[in-house]
């Protein structure tokens, strides 16, 4: 749609030269007809869409994993336990040199 909207412009222009027109619009239909065939024979479209949702579905059952782990093992618990640790001693070191 782009090239066709930047050749819509050239065409708007008078003082354009026929040939040169002639060859941005073949330019642009071969280009549109190989993408066309490309796609056709190799169906990147659908392929795409395809492989978006196989994506999708394994974000999807790796955060369930992990809030399964989560849940058996409490490590978000044990993470906020970590740190909470490691905050306490730092202000106790800091407040010994005070």
């Not at 930047?6 to 073949?26: C, G, M, R």
């Not at 990147?44 to 955060?63: K, P, R, Y």
């Not at 336990?81 to 730092?90: E, F, R």
Request: aromatic residues 2%; charged residues 30%.
């Amino acid at each position: 749609d782009s090239l066709e909207k930047a050749i819509d412009k050239v065409k708007s222009n008078p003082s354009v030269d026929p040939a040169v027109l002639e060859k941005l619009e073949t330019s642009l239909a071969t280009t549109k007809g190989k993408i066309e065939e490309i796609n056709g024979e190799y169906d990147l479209v659908g392929s795409g869409v395809t492989a978006l949702g196989v994506v999708g579905e394994l974000v999807e059952s790796a955060i369930k994993k992990a809030g399964e782990l989560n849940s058996d093992y409490q490590l978000t618990d044990k993470a906020i336990s970590a740190v909470t640790s490691a905050v306490d001693k730092v202000k106790t070191k800091v407040s010994e040199r005070l």
